[in-house]
């Protein structure tokens, strides 16, 4: 079973490099300002895209195989609890604030801890199609992970990947020189090999 899981790992991270390796080479042999521009607005979109639908498909992944495994609540971090009662905290938003209420969501949680890991909210820890900084903190910090990797590209990530997506949603044009694009690109490499060093483990671990 671990074998699949780590092969899903590296598979999907694997196609979407080559990806954008192949987008580099298209932006390199592009000939005219028009289509400079088209390719860098593809490397912008492209690039953010793969790095915030890796990191959903890592944590995807990753509660895959603790269902799977069926993991009890007890070994993971505490965080994780949020993803077993967060439906229930939506539901207690339309009830009366009174005790009873908080009691059954109490109930709930501690029902949920004797328990294994399933039908987990994912919405948790997943990036929400606004992958900043402080979403990948929030992500690490329920699963239990260190962000210390990434913090070195926080001002790349924020100002970079994130912001220059906006611009080309926005209707932005702009042409990006070749060297660049391929930092651009290899920039979200980076990122995704460091996803995939932060979730791997988990699997060994569990």
Wanted: contains cysteine.
């Amino acid at each position: 079973m671990l074998t699949e899981f780590l092969k899903k790992l590296s598979d999907d991270r694997l196609w979407r490099v080559r990806e954008l390796s192949d987008l580099r080479i298209m932006h390199r042999k592009a000939a005219s300002g028009r289509e400079k521009a088209a390719t860098s607005r593809a490397i912008v979109v492209l690039s953010y895209a793969h790095w915030e639908g890796y990191c959903a498909s890592c944590a995807g992944t990753f509660i895959d195989y603790l269902e799977a495994k069926k993991v009890p609540y007890s070994l993971l971090p505490p965080d994780m609890m949020l993803g077993a009662v967060s439906h229930a905290l939506d539901s207690y938003r339309d009830t009366a604030d009174n005790l009873v209420s908080r009691r059954k969501l109490l109930k709930l949680q501690q029902q949920a801890y004797t328990g294994h890991i399933e039908r987990y909210d994912r919405r948790v820890i997943l990036p929400r199609s606004n992958l900043n900084f402080d979403r990948l903190r929030f992500i690490h910090e329920i699963i239990g992970a260190e962000i210390q990797p990434f913090q070195k590209y926080r001002l790349k990530i924020d100002k970079e990947l994130v912001a220059w997506r906006h611009l080309v949603a926005h209707g932005e044009m702009f042409a990006l020189e070749n060297l660049l694009a391929a930092d651009h690109t290899k920039l979200c490499e980076e990122l995704m090999f460091l996803t995939k060093d932060t979730f791997e483990p988990f699997l060994f671990e569990y």
